[in-house]
Every structure is written in C-alpha cells, then in structure tokens.
C-alpha cells in the first residue's frame, strides 16, 4: 500500500507543481489550454498557482525528508478542496468535460489522504 501511495503522491505531486507554475508563472502556451484563466482576474490565477505548487510540494517533501508526514494528508485534504471548488466553477460556466479532470484529480488526492490518515495508521 505504502509503495503505491507514494507512486500517486509523486504524479500528483509533479502534476500541481507544472500545471501551478503555468499558472504562477503565466506561461501563454500552459495559459491558452485554459480558457477560463482569462475571464478571472490574474491575482486569483496567480493565488490559484501559488496554492497548487504548495500543495505539490506538500504531497512530496514531507515524506522525503521525514519531516512531519502527517502535512502530506493535509496537503492532498487542501488540493481536494481546491478541485472540488475547481469542479464547481466549471460547473457554473457549463464546461463539463473540465469536471471529470477535476473529479479525478479530487479522487486521486482523497485516497492519498485517506490512505495516509486512516489506512498507514492502523
């Protein structure tokens, strides 16, 4: 179980960090796959980057370094939050195929949680 949480927590993890720095950074190419980056104002694209590249950061380097690993269960509760609100606005703007990205990505960070609050645990 542990070798297969750390497989998902390292995809995830370099997931956000690239697709976070496209939004931090404002790459154009990364920018123009999403449409909807351009109809909200920058600050919340940036703070939107800035939250995804912790939360990568967060599901890989506490249990890289052994430095409190429990932050690697609050990391991927935060990104869950984050697609689950993801979900809800593309749901608003009636984009239903960025939904199931949004739904796998929140599935993907609730079973790295759960598998690290409740499975590594017992």
Same mark, same amino acid.
């Given at each position: *179980?542990? !070798?297969? $949480?750390?497989?998902?927590? $390292? #995809? +995830?993890? +370099?997931?956000?960090?690239?697709?976070?720095?496209?939004?931090?950074?404002?790459?154009?190419?990364? #920018?123009?796959?999403?449409?909807?980056?351009?109809? !909200?104002?920058?600050?919340?694209?940036?703070?939107? &980057? @800035?939250?995804?590249?912790?939360?990568?950061?967060?599901?890989?380097?506490?249990?890289?370094?052994? *430095?409190?690993?429990?932050?690697?269960?609050?990391?991927?509760?935060? +990104?869950?939050?984050?697609?689950?609100?993801?979900?809800?606005?593309?749901? *608003? =703007?009636?984009?239903?195929?960025?939904?199931? &990205?949004?739904?796998?990505?929140?599935?993907?960070?609730?079973?790295?949680? @759960?598998? =690290? #609050?409740?499975?590594?645990?017992?």
């Amino acid at each position: *179980m542990n !070798v297969a $949480l750390w497989i998902l927590q $390292l #995809l +995830l993890g +370099l997931f956000f960090l690239i697709v976070g720095a496209a939004k931090t950074f404002r790459h154009e190419r990364a #920018l123009s796959a999403m449409p909807w980056a351009g109809d !909200v104002p920058g600050g919340l694209v940036t703070f939107i &980057g @800035y939250s995804e590249m912790l939360g990568g950061a967060g599901l890989i380097l506490p249990g890289v370094t052994g *430095m409190c690993p429990l932050l690697v269960s609050f990391a991927a509760l935060g +990104l869950a939050v984050v697609m689950l609100h993801a979900g809800a606005f593309h749901a *608003m =703007r009636r984009e239903y195929r960025n939904i199931w &990205g949004n739904l796998g990505l929140l599935l993907a960070a609730g079973v790295i949680a @759960y598998g =690290r #609050l409740v499975v590594q645990r017992q």
